[in-house]
């Protein structure tokens, strides 16, 4: 099973919101870019919230997330996977929340975007951090193997990024 690594963290000394996925899907890391399959939600809902739409240049996307307070990164710095689902996660190492936490003061809330992200984090980040970690909630994925819920229903429960 092949070793993948993530990206660095999206994010300024002026984040008030963290962003967490588990680990980029192959197109994103193909690219080298969050969010990059073009089914995945995750973009369309920044654009809706926002004004970072897939139809923007990426570097002009992750501009305007932290210019809007928004930090985004992976609970996994690596893992073994094959393919890109959650799923076929075996093992993982997280990234470095105390460090992350450490320089970034101002991040008041986390959200997850997904249940694998939620639990990972739970799991194996959060009994390490020594600082009170900040607020934390788990988001409906925006992953098109996320299916069960329409793009109207993770808008309404993605909202709760401009009411933060």
Aim: with cysteine; hydrophobic share 40%.
């Amino acid at each position: 099973m092949p070793l993948i690594h993530s990206f660095p963290p999206v994010a300024d000394a002026s984040a008030r919101i963290l962003i967490l996925g588990s680990m980029p899907g192959r197109k994103s890391l193909e690219k080298k870019q969050y969010y990059a399959n073009p089914h995945n939600l995750f973009w369309k809902l920044m654009g809706d919230f926002f004004g970072a739409g897939p139809e923007l240049p990426y570097e002009q996307r992750k501009r305007l997330l932290k210019k809007s307070g928004i930090a985004l990164w992976d609970v996994m710095a690596s893992c073994e996977r094959e393919g890109s689902l959650d799923s076929a996660i075996a093992d993982f190492t997280p990234n470095d929340f105390q460090g992350f936490f450490a320089n970034h003061r101002n991040i008041t809330r986390v959200f997850f975007n997904g249940t694998k992200a939620e639990h990972s984090f739970r799991r194996r980040v959060l009994p390490a951090l020594t600082a009170q970690p900040p607020q934390l909630k788990c988001l409906p994925s925006t992953s098109p193997a996320h299916a069960t819920l329409s793009h109207a229903q993770k808008q309404a429960a993605w909202r709760v990024l401009i009411e933060s």
